[in-house]
Structures are given as C-alpha cells and as structure tokens.
C-alpha cells in the first residue's frame, strides 16, 4: 500500500505545480504574508506509523484556521451530528479579526 501512497501524493503534487502561480498570500496576516505563494506540500501518515511527504511538507509552516479542524473533530466525537445545527451561525456576532 506504501506505492499507493506515494504515487496518489506525486499525482496531486504534479497536478497542482501549474497553479500555484494562480494564487495570492493574505497579507493582512503577518505570517502568511512572509510566505512564497509557490510553497506547496502534503503529507499522510498511516496508524502504523508510516508517513508520506512530497513537496515543502517538512517545511515549517503557521498552521492559521487548519487548527479549526482539530476542534471540529473533538466537537463532532462528543456531540455527534447535533453540531450541524450550529452551522452557518456566528455565535458571538462579531466580524473575523474582530479581538
């Protein structure tokens, strides 16, 4: 399964190489700003403890709303789908950035 891997990550990073020029960094972010809009990588790594890399993934990186994901995660195994029903809402009202 290892090839597998490997070959899906080397497809998608072949296939995303024509875009990178196509984007921008948020500039109103200090730590995005400073980073080249060419970076680009991924990385898997497998409950056995095997991993897979292409491109800038053992490059550091500021890790911004991705942290959201893990949140989410631990949100969905406490609650279920019950979290659904707050979708879509902003629960204090106030804009992004706004602290």
């Not at 809009?37 to 500021?62: N, T």
């Amino acid at each position: 399964m290892s090839l597998a891997y490997q070959h899906i990550l080397d497809t998608i990073y072949q296939e995303i190489q024509p875009l990178l020029s196509q984007g921008k960094v948020a500039t109103y972010i200090p730590e995005l700003s400073k980073i080249s809009p060419q970076r680009f990588g991924m990385a898997v790594v497998c409950l056995d403890g095997s991993s897979y890399a292409v491109g800038d993934a053992h490059q550091k990186f500021s890790t911004q709303s991705i942290t959201k994901l893990f949140a989410l995660a631990l949100a969905f195994e406490r609650e279920g789908n019950a979290i659904w029903q707050r979708v879509g809402r902003e629960p204090s009202g106030n804009p992004f950035r706004a602290c």
